[in-house]
């Protein structure tokens, strides 16, 4: 026989499903959600299923512990898995923790960031052809961003009169201002003319909707259509909004520009561990090579602290302190 029972609409929903509301209400990023719910379920199977509000510091400890001296993850990736879980019982279940978690942490990579000359940088450069993705290079190079942070400018980010760019909620939720160099500026507008052309079509067959930050969307409705707000560099194809389910044009995936690169190193007889990354490094390297003041360098990086922009001093062509070799 047919359950024609109506479903119980008073039943908590699942702790997964809280989780994910607790993110957006933060206004966190698909990508830490995304990363987020992954540590939270490797943690309950890490305890056969059990579930997390039957278990607390010991248990975090136990499956950190694994993670650093079974698994060999980065200390970048154990605390990430550790932030998860401090969100889980924070936001989510709402339980004090006892802290400080006394688990193996892994050990911090002490490498030397990878560093281009100019001229491996120029030539890498040029080994892309000659379309969006050596454009993308290029302000990798030239501002020091971040892949992700140049994936996600939008047109009013562009300050042509004050030649200046802004980089919006970067790493740590802030905003900085880098450098606009002067020989990207026309190809820079030349792409704004492409993706000005692309953004009319969306609108003219009922689209044009991109993606606004926080509650911006509910604030300002028609925002979302406006061209100041368009990404300057869009996708090639429309797309539906896993949160949402609108169909809207994203920008671009970073993983072409990371092929590129890649592709460009070889071409270039490059042999060294280059990605995208690589560019920054250098971009930050070769200013205080020329004579910057550190502390200029670590507000266009937009470094919380002075001594992550120190390491670079370490990888500059005279060493750190400029030291010359006896033997030379």
Known sequence: MTDTSEPDKHRPPKLMDQVR?????????????????????????????????DMGAAEIEAFLTHLATVRNVSASTQNQAFSALLFLYNHVLHKELQIPIDSVRAKPSKHLPTVMTKDEAMRLIGAIPPDTHQLMAKLLFGTGIRLMECLRLRVKDLDF??????????????????????????????????????????????????????????????????????????????SKD????????????????????????????????????????????????????????????????VSTTMIYTHVLNKGGLAVRSPLD
């Open 21 to 53: 509301d607790a993110i957006r209400l933060k206004h966190y990023s698909i990508r830490t959600e995304t990363a987020y719910a992954d540590w939270i379920k490797r943690y309950i199977l890490f305890h056969n299923k059990r579930h997390p509000k």
């Open 161 to 238: 009169e004050q030649n200046l760019i802004v980089v919006r909620d970067g790493k740590g939720g802030n905003d900085r201002v880098t450098v606009f160099p002067e020989s990207l500026k026309k190809p820079l507008q030349h792409q704004l003319q492409y993706t000005k052309v692309l953004h009319d079509k969306d609108l003219s067959e009922g689209y044009g909707e991109v993606y606004l930050p926080f509650a911006l969307e509910k604030k300002y409705p028609n925002a979302n259509k406006e061209w100041h707000w368009q990404y300057v560099f869009p996708s090639y194809k429309l």
């Open 242 to 305: 896993p949160r949402t389910g609108i169909i809207r044009r994203h920008h671009a995936d970073e993983s072409g520009l990371q092929r590129a690169v890649k592709a460009a190193a070889q071409k270039a007889g490059i042999d060294k561990m280059v990605s995208c990354h690589t560019f920054r490094h250098s971009f930050a390297t070769h200013l205080l090579e020329s004579g910057y003041d550190i502390r200029t360098v670590q507000e266009l990086l937009g470094h919380k602290d």
